[in-house]
């Protein structure tokens, strides 16, 4: 079965700083690979998707980017955080058809 | 765009109380999805609906979908603590595969 992996969990950064967030997933191969952002008490607003290695697409610009150096794997970067960054990031699998696989999530605060 | 609307925003209600939440698209979806989103963690998948009128149920859930393929509901009968959270609907986007749109979630809270 689909397992996917976020880390951290909680993560307090200061504005102007560098953000990485990484998921991994297990039990699939070529799995599409989603960045949604939850602000608090509001609904999934998706950031980025990739349907496979260096494939990458944008939703809404923004102060993020993402990345897919390997097939399950899925990195969603910031050079320099804004207040506006915070949020809960969830990285989800999603098949043709099928349900969403979420991954714990990062609760990111920006200070 | 394509939008998924989702009513209400917050429902609280007396334990043992019915609560119901509904969600409307745009467009003409080809199946529509709900999840629960217990608070602090993340969503997680309850059921999927892919035909016009199916009706669905899980214990105290009942699922429906919309004859039309446009809208669908949620109904808790008899609301227990452990209801308590935010639940979602999500439908594909219409011809980008499995890129789903989620509406904005309603947030059950019960009180004991």
């Known amino acids: 079965s689909q397992t996917i992996h976020q880390w951290p969990a909680t993560l307090v950064q200061p504005v102007g700083s560098p953000l990485s967030l990484e998921c991994t997933v297990e039990?699939?191969?070529?799995?599409?690979l989603y960045w949604y952002r939850q602000a608090a008490g509001r609904g999934l607003q998706l950031l980025f998707y990739?349907?496979?290695?260096?494939?990458i697409s944008s939703e809404v610009p923004q102060n993020l980017s993402a990345s897919r150096p390997q097939d399950r794997q899925f990195i969603l970067s910031s050079k320099k955080l804004l207040l506006s960054d915070s949020g809960f990031y969830l990285c989800a699998w999603i098949g043709v058809g099928t349900e969403a696989f979420f991954g714990q999530g990062t609760r990111l605060t920006v200070v | 765009g394509q939008q998924v609307m989702q009513i209400p925003q917050y429902q609280h209600v007396q334990e043992g109380e019915d609560f119901t939440t509904y969600c409307n698209s745009s467009?003409?979806?080809?199946?529509i999805q709900w999840y629960k989103q217990r608070p602090g963690g993340h969503p997680v998948f309850l059921i999927q609906?892919?035909?016009?009128?199916e009706v669905k149920k899980q214990k105290r859930l009942t699922f429906q979908f919309g004859e039309a393929k446009k809208n669908s509901s949620l109904h808790i009968t008899a609301t227990q603590t452990t209801d308590v959270g935010t639940y979602f609907c999500?439908?594909?986007?219409?011809?980008?595969?499995?890129?789903?749109?989620f509406g904005q979630g309603t947030e059950l809270s019960v009180k004991p």
């Open positions: 990739s349907v496979g290695i260096g494939q």
């Open positions: 467009t003409t979806l080809s199946n």
């Open positions: 999500a439908g594909p986007r219409s011809n980008q595969g499995g890129k789903l749109i």
């Open positions: 609906l892919v035909k016009s009128g």
């Open positions: 039990g699939t191969s070529n799995p599409n």
